[in-house]
């Protein structure tokens, strides 16, 4: 059992963003004191975190079992900006030439219209669509395990995860979202047990594909 968690609480001071109000994301400095078990109170602080109008992000685990009982699962080709921006002077360890390029599985933001335990679903769904091909009801969305903070010191957001069972037959070419990052992605139908060696080789490298893979291996009792 973990230990009781001590009784310290974050008390805002003052909050505001930090340059224009336009764009993606924005930085919000949060001037932030801790309050002690015995009441007293920490020094004021800057701290600096990410943040957007849409928040959170749903991530989705389309799977099914093969003709010899294997279990299959659809991951996508991502083009991920900021790991390909990483400076070439901050990099502990030799970076691949593809640097930027993930596989991961189907995941998107949270609209605010989406902010309910039924639109959670619905934003599932869109994404499904939208990235990988596959049209499912809601209600055949099943919830993957809990939510997480993903990077908790630098922006609030959470994932939601789910899986569903789908018919590969039934896929058809992604809707994609019209940007240029979703433009001519590869999907890859993979077994499971395959997905998850090629997270211990490096070859996936997206913590939380890696995360909802093993909680999926889990639930079905996919061999890993």
């Known amino acids: 059992m973990l230990p009781r968690f001590?009784?310290?609480?974050?008390?805002?001071?003052?909050?505001?963003?930090?340059?224009?109000?336009?764009?993606?994301?924005?930085?919000?400095?949060?001037?932030?004191?801790?309050?002690?078990?015995?009441?007293?109170?920490?020094?004021?602080?800057d701290y600096d975190t990410l943040d957007r109008k849409r928040l959170d992000a749903v991530v989705i685990a389309p799977h099914y079992r093969d003709p010899g009982g294997a279990r299959r699962v659809f991951?996508?080709?991502?083009?991920?900006?900021?790991?390909?921006?990483?400076?070439?002077?901050?990099?502990?360890?030799?970076?691949?030439?593809?640097l930027g390029a993930l596989w991961e599985l189907p995941a998107g933001l949270v609209e605010e219209a989406e902010r309910s335990e039924d639109g959670l679903r619905e934003c599932a769904a869109r994404?499904?669509?939208?990235?990988?091909?596959?049209?499912?009801?809601?209600?055949?969305?099943?919830?993957?395990?809990?939510?997480?903070?993903?990077?908790?010191?630098?922006?609030?957001?959470?994932?939601?995860?789910?899986?569903?069972?789908?018919?590969?037959a039934t896929r058809t070419k992604p809707t994609e979202d019209g940007s240029a990052l979703e433009r001519d992605a590869a999907i890859a139908d993979v077994s499971l047990g395959e997905a998850i060696e090629l997270t211990r080789r490096g070859v996936?490298?997206?913590?939380?594909?890696?995360?909802?893979?093993?909680?999926?291996?889990?639930?079905?009792?996919?061999?890993?």
């Open 204 to 224: 996936i490298e997206d913590g939380k594909t890696e995360l909802a893979l093993r909680r999926l291996a889990e639930l079905t009792g996919a061999s890993t």
């Open 6 to 45: 001590p009784a310290l609480r974050l008390v805002v001071v003052a909050d505001r963003i930090v340059g224009g109000a336009g764009g993606f994301m924005q930085l919000r400095r949060t001037t932030l004191q801790v309050r002690f078990e015995d009441g007293s109170l920490s020094q004021p602080f």
């Open 75 to 98: 991951l996508r080709s991502c083009l991920r900006p900021p790991p390909f921006l990483r400076p070439p002077d901050a990099r502990p360890i030799a970076e691949k030439d593809t």
């Open 127 to 168: 994404e499904l669509a939208e990235e990988i091909g596959f049209t499912v009801p809601t209600a055949a969305l099943r919830q993957l395990g809990p939510s997480t903070f993903p990077a908790p010191g630098i922006i609030g957001e959470r994932h939601f995860y789910f899986h569903v069972e789908v018919d590969p």
